[in-house]
């Protein structure tokens, strides 16, 4: 006696299948389809390109992105971000936007200045 098997493959191709994995991991890591942070890493997300950030950075940012199109005033960073009781010089938030603009490369555009008032988060189109 000869057992045949046959077995059926259900294939929805590899686009469909990397799409779905792709989705779980970045759920787990709450970093959303065209999001430039991830959270979880403490990294920018530009294109194939990973960037770390400091803890500051990060904190600066990541205030920024959940504010979309919000301006964010200076006293506002200084306050949530750094604390009330931060003593540092006056140019310390021009500075660490200045160095995440330089990691954002050609993404700098995302934190846009409101001159006399703070920063915005700016929402690639």
């Known amino acids: 006696m000869v057992w045949r098997t046959t077995s059926h493959v259900l294939?929805?191709?590899?686009?469909?299948?990397?799409?779905?994995?792709?989705?779980?991991v970045a759920t787990e890591l709450q970093?959303?389809?065209d999001s430039i942070l991830d959270v979880a890493q403490h990294q920018l997300v530009l294109g194939d390109r990973?960037?770390?950030?400091t803890k500051l950075e990060?904190?600066?940012?990541?205030?920024l992105y959940e504010r979309p199109g919000s301006?964010?005033?200076?006293?506002?960073?200084?306050?949530?971000?750094?604390?009330?009781d931060y003593a540092g010089g006056s140019n310390?938030?021009?500075?660490?936007?200045?160095?995440?603009?330089?990691?954002l490369g050609d993404r700098s555009a995302?934190?846009?200045t409101v001159r006399g008032?703070?920063?915005?988060?700016?929402?690639?189109?």
């Open 58 to 63: 990060f904190d600066v940012f990541q205030y």
């Open 117 to 125: 008032l703070g920063y915005r988060f700016v929402v690639a189109a």
């Open 11 to 24: 294939d929805f191709g590899p686009a469909s299948v990397d799409g779905w994995l792709t989705r779980i």
């Open 92 to 103: 310390v938030i021009e500075a660490l936007v200045k160095s995440l603009r330089r990691k």
């Open 71 to 84: 301006v964010v005033e200076r006293a506002a960073l200084l306050r949530d971000v750094w604390g009330y």
């Open 110 to 112: 995302a934190i846009e």
């Open 50 to 53: 990973r960037v770390p950030l």
């Open 31 to 33: 970093v959303e389809d």
